[in-house]
């Protein structure tokens, strides 16, 4: 299956997928067939402070055809603030998608999570993951702590890096989840959070959404259709 990526929201977001693509088609023996394209994270957010989802959808259409072009067989989003418009692309979108929120809500019902704490894009919390989380319970950070973790995110994914503060910050959210809103574990649903967290024994476990996802298209690709 030649796999297209819409990727460039942001940087580090790409390298992560085609990182865990690359290692996982060589870990069984496999030929990955890939096209990268580059959207970019400006305008994301942008369509996302508006609520612009049809409008972003236009946007990504954009990007699918020229992987159509390429031959692909699928596209792929990797981004999960990129997901707020995932309904609407589906709907138009002349490939078919891999989309990351049914394979997250399949993974937390069959890790027996009850509860999931989100750290992202404000969009991505008050939305709990766009509403597509039906077998965990969903919690956020609250009050001034919601906008921080925004902030300090949207500032990293940009950046493409992550200063110590940064990391700091974010994990202190992470651990404030589960402590005082009884999460039994922190989902990173911004793409780019594995910069933050990669590596480091926060004290909780730590669900890398990226990487759920990426190993749904690894299983879409080399298995099949799920049913």
Same mark, same amino acid.
């Given at each position: 299956m030649h796999l297209g990526l819409i990727g460039g929201i942001g940087p580090?977001?790409?390298?992560?997928?085609? =990182? #865990?693509?690359?290692?996982?088609?060589?870990? =069984? #023996?496999?030929?990955l067939d890939l096209t990268i394209v580059n959207a970019t994270s400006k305008v994301l957010l942008a369509n996302m402070a508006k609520g612009a989802a049809e409008a972003q959808a236009r946007v990504f259409l954009g990007f699918v055809e020229r992987l159509q072009k390429a031959e692909a067989d699928v596209a792929v989003v990797t981004s999960m603030a990129g997901h707020f418009c995932i309904s609407e692309l589906e709907a138009i979108s002349p490939l078919p998608l891999i989309n990351a929120l049914p394979a997250l809500d399949r993974y937390f019902a069959e890790k027996g999570i009850q509860r999931v704490g989100l750290l992202g894009t404000r969009t991505v919390l008050e939305t709990g993951l766009y509403g597509a989380i039906h077998s965990a319970e969903v919690v956020i950070p609250e009050g001034d702590d919601l906008d921080t973790t925004h902030e300090t995110y949207v500032a990293m994914a940009g950046a493409a890096r992550v200063t110590e503060e940064q990391r700091e910050i974010l994990v202190k959210m992470?651990?404030?989840?589960?402590?005082?809103?009884?999460?039994?574990?922190?989902?990173?649903a911004g793409t780019d959070l594995f910069v933050a967290f990669d590596g480091i024994d926060c004290g909780y476990t730590v669900i890398d959404c990226a990487g759920v996802h990426v190993e749904e298209i690894v299983s879409r690709a080399l298995d099949g259709e799920r049913p």
């Open positions: 580090a977001a790409t390298e992560l997928y085609y =990182r #865990g693509l690359v290692q996982a088609y060589a870990s =069984r #023996g496999e030929t992470g651990e404030k989840l589960c402590r005082t809103q009884g999460a039994d574990a922190v989902a990173l």
